[in-house]
């Protein structure tokens, strides 16, 4: 049984179209979910280069995958403890608790209270 060149070009031409997905806008389920778990092991490994704790980072990123936050901080754990690497504290202002306000220097921490400001 022969193929004729119109089903052969048709066949060619589906198979391109198929293998091209992600093109059209379709993402590939495996790429997707790879990247989701780089992604979360590159915060946990920051989180654990930065010193926070893992309930921290999980907090903070609540759509990251637990388990990769995990894989990244405990990697990163070993690698830092491997090597004699000192934590960095980060900047972020995210994982501190937020500052009490402080009374006008004209009032009394008693009037402050009394007329909170905002």
């Known amino acids: 049984m022969a193929i004729s060149s119109r089903n052969l070009a048709l066949a060619l031409s589906c198979g391109l179209?198929?293998?091209?997905?992600?093109?059209?806008?379709?993402?590939?389920?495996?790429?997707?979910?790879?990247?989701?778990?780089?992604?979360?092991?590159?915060?946990?490994?920051?989180?654990r280069h930065s010193g926070r704790a893992l309930e921290d980072c999980y907090r903070l990123n609540?759509?990251?995958?637990?388990?990769?936050?995990?894989?990244?901080?405990?990697?990163?754990?070993?690698?830092?403890?491997?090597?004699?690497?000192?934590?960095?504290?980060?900047?972020?202002?995210?994982?501190r608790p937020p500052a009490e306000e402080k009374p006008a220097a004209d009032e009394s921490p008693a009037q402050a209270k009394a007329h909170p400001a905002g």
């Open 17 to 47: 179209l198929l293998a091209a997905c992600e093109q059209l806008g379709f993402p590939d389920p495996a790429k997707v979910e790879a990247a989701r778990e780089a992604e979360g092991k590159a915060i946990g490994g920051a989180c």
């Open 62 to 95: 609540p759509k990251a995958s637990k388990a990769a936050i995990y894989a990244g901080w405990r990697d990163m754990d070993a690698y830092m403890r491997e090597n004699n690497i000192a934590i960095v504290p980060s900047g972020s202002t995210a994982a």
